[in-house]
Each structure stands twice: as structure tokens, then as C-alpha cells.
């Protein structure tokens, strides 16, 4: 129900501005080498590769302006193909904003989106300034104006469920309780994420946008993340959610909704390759290879 076809089209988008996070630049690249060969059409939107200058903060959004190009022209791209489903390999979260926008406008109510993420993404620059935090929300058509004009047909909160997730920031919690988003939290997931197939069941859709943020894995099970970044202190991400699953938990997981439903829709997001990124700072300064 979910093999990919001539009507997929898989997007290389290694944004990296959503997160501020230039490793994720590289973290997209990789994804597109990894995975098995695409049989539709393959596109990549340009994203310029980072450098020293640091982002501006842009009514209260950092790199506002280039973000909202790359969402114009990730837009442009799916339109040209007008694709039935959808792959991203990205780059942060805030990949997902332009193609499940994209989705919800071809599917309407039949669309859910399944939100495989320790974060739920509903933030706004008043909690937070960095738009990969804010992707969720603005699919639901809240937050930020330039994030929730790409959504013309913002998807129903019954229509979302985020896996994967604890102990939410207590904005993140309210929001989630004020729009009674369903929920599945990692112990829920592993041992069946029955609350994931009541809302499959319930819900009334038909098919599926699957968002899988890596941030959902265990960083000490799962290296290339941001929280397993070597050397770090104990608090130096904020105290914020780490995440609990394995590659394994989640395989089964997209197994079992995917007997369920059609999945027309899959972004990989926020692959943070350490030693890649580590290796290939050594490599610059090697004799005979860098400068």
C-alpha cells in the first residue's frame, strides 16, 4: 500500500535554515545517496550551502527570507510534476511544510497526518525563533503568516497524530490539549501503539502523510542525531525531549498503520551525520586533499 511509483515524486530538500543548523545540509545529501533509487521523478530544491555568515533574525524568525523562497520554490517544484505522493529527504523539519500543504490541497479530509516526532512542532516565533519548530502547527493553519500562507487547506486537528512524543514544553502541552490532538507516547508505541490505530480507525481518513523526524530515536541507540553530538553536556539542547524509540519501534510502527492505510506521503527529517561532518573537516586539512 505504500511502494512508491512512477507518481512519486521524491524531493532532496536539505534545507538547513529552519533549524539554523548548517550539519543538516550534509545530513540531506546523505539521505538521497543512502536511499534505494527512486523509479518517479526526483527533484532537489536549491538551497545554498551554509557559510560563516550567521543567519538574520527576521521579525522575530530567523532566515525568514530564504525560507520562505525555498517553500515557494519546493511548491514550484511539486506543481510541475503534480506527483499522487511524495517523498522528502531532508534537511529540518520544516521540509515537510510545502509537500503535506501540497497533499491536504489533493486529498482534503481523507488526508491524515502521522507525526513521528519526540517535538510536535507547534511552536511560533513568540516561543521559539527557529521555523523548523513551527511546522506542524502552520499545517494546521496556525502561527506565523508566512509559514501558514503555503497552507490553503489547513489540516483538522483530528486529522493529526503525533508518535513518539514526552514531556512536551508547557506551551507545546497546551496547545495539544486546546486542539485535542491525539497522542502516542514511546512506551504506548512499543508496546502497540494502540492509540495510533483507534485514531486510523476513528478519524475518518484514507490516507497518510507520515513525518519522521530522527529526533525520535534513542541517541544512544542511533548516532547521527542532534542530541548525540559528541561531547556534549547534559544541558547544552535546552533540556528538551530526547528521544526513546529504536529503529526497530519505529519500523514496526510505519508497519502496521501502513496495513491500514495508503501512504502517500514520507519525509525523513533532521539526519545530523556527526562523524560524516567529523571526517570531512579532517579531510580538508589532510596533505594532498585539502587546502
Given at each position: 500500500m505504500s511502494k512508491q511509483d512512477k507518481n512519486t515524486l521524491r524531493l532532496i530538500f536539505p534545507q538547513?535554515?529552519?533549524?539554523?543548523?548548517?550539519?543538516?545540509?550534509?545530513?540531506?545529501?546523505?539521505?538521497?545517496?543512502?536511499?534505494?533509487?527512486?523509479?518517479g521523478s526526483v527533484e532537489e530544491v536549491p538551497v545554498p550551502?551554509?557559510?560563516?555568515?550567521?543567519l538574520p533574525l527576521e521579525e522575530d524568525m530567523r532566515g525568514r527570507t530564504v525560507l520562505v523562497?525555498?517553500?515557494?520554490?519546493?511548491?514550484?517544484?511539486?506543481?510541475r510534476h503534480n506527483p499522487q505522493s511524495l517523498v522528502v529527504l531532508g534537511g529540518d523539519c520544516l521540509v515537510s511544510l510545502a509537500p503535506f500543504a501540497w497533499l491536504a490541497e489533493q486529498y482534503?479530509?481523507?488526508?491524515?497526518?502521522?507525526?513521528?516526532?519526540?517535538?510536535?512542532?507547534?511552536?511560533?516565533?513568540?516561543?521559539?525563533?527557529?521555523?523548523?519548530?513551527?511546522?506542524?502547527?502552520?499545517?494546521?493553519?496556525?502561527?506565523?503568516?508566512?509559514?501558514?500562507?503555503?497552507?490553503?487547506?489547513?489540516v483538522p486537528a483530528k486529522n493529526?497524530?503525533?508518535a513518539g512524543i514526552h514531556d512536551p514544553l508547557p506551551y507545546e502541552a497546551q496547545f495539544i490539549a486546546e486542539h485535542g490532538i491525539p497522542t502516542c507516547s514511546p512506551q504506548e508505541v512499543r508496546d502497540g501503539a494502540q492509540p495510533v490505530m483507534r485514531w486510523l480507525n476513528e478519524s475518518g481518513i484514507e490516507v497518510l502523510a507520515i513525518h519522521l523526524d530522527l529526533d525520535v530515536l534513542d541517541p544512544h541507540s542511533f548516532r547521527?542525531?542532534?542530541?548525540?553530538?559528541?561531547?556534549?553536556?547534559?544541558?547544552?539542547?535546552?533540556?528538551?525531549?530526547?528521544?526513546?524509540?529504536?529503529?526497530?519501534?519505529?519500523?514496526?510502527?510505519?508497519?502496521?498503520?501502513?496495513?491500514?492505510?495508503?501512504?502517500?506521503?514520507?519525509?525523513?527529517?533532521?539526519?545530523?551525520?556527526?562523524?560524516?561532518?567529523?571526517?570531512?573537516?579532517?579531510?580538508?586539512?589532510?596533505?594532498?586533499?585539502?587546502?
Open positions: 538547513w535554515q529552519g533549524g539554523d543548523n548548517p550539519p543538516y545540509y550534509l545530513g540531506s545529501r546523505l539521505l538521497a545517496w543512502l536511499a534505494p533509487p527512486a523509479t550551502a551554509p557559510t560563516d555568515t550567521p523562497k525555498q517553500i515557494r520554490e519546493a511548491r514550484a517544484l511539486i506543481e482534503g479530509d481523507k488526508l491524515g497526518i502521522l507525526w513521528i516526532d519526540t517535538h510536535p512542532d507547534v511552536q511560533t516565533p513568540a516561543q521559539y525563533k527557529n521555523a523548523h519548530a513551527h511546522v506542524l502547527g502552520a499545517l494546521m493553519g496556525h502561527g506565523d503568516h508566512d509559514l501558514t500562507d503555503a497552507v490553503k487547506k489547513p493529526v497524530m503525533i547521527s542525531l542532534l542530541f548525540a553530538k559528541p561531547g556534549r553536556g547534559k544541558h547544552d539542547f535546552g533540556d528538551v525531549a530526547e528521544g526513546k524509540l529504536t529503529i526497530p519501534d519505529v519500523l514496526k510502527l510505519i508497519g502496521e498503520v501502513t496495513t491500514e492505510k495508503q501512504v502517500v506521503g514520507m519525509t525523513i527529517a533532521e539526519h545530523m551525520p556527526w562523524d560524516a561532518l567529523n571526517l570531512q573537516e579532517m579531510l580538508k586539512k589532510l596533505p594532498l586533499l585539502g587546502a
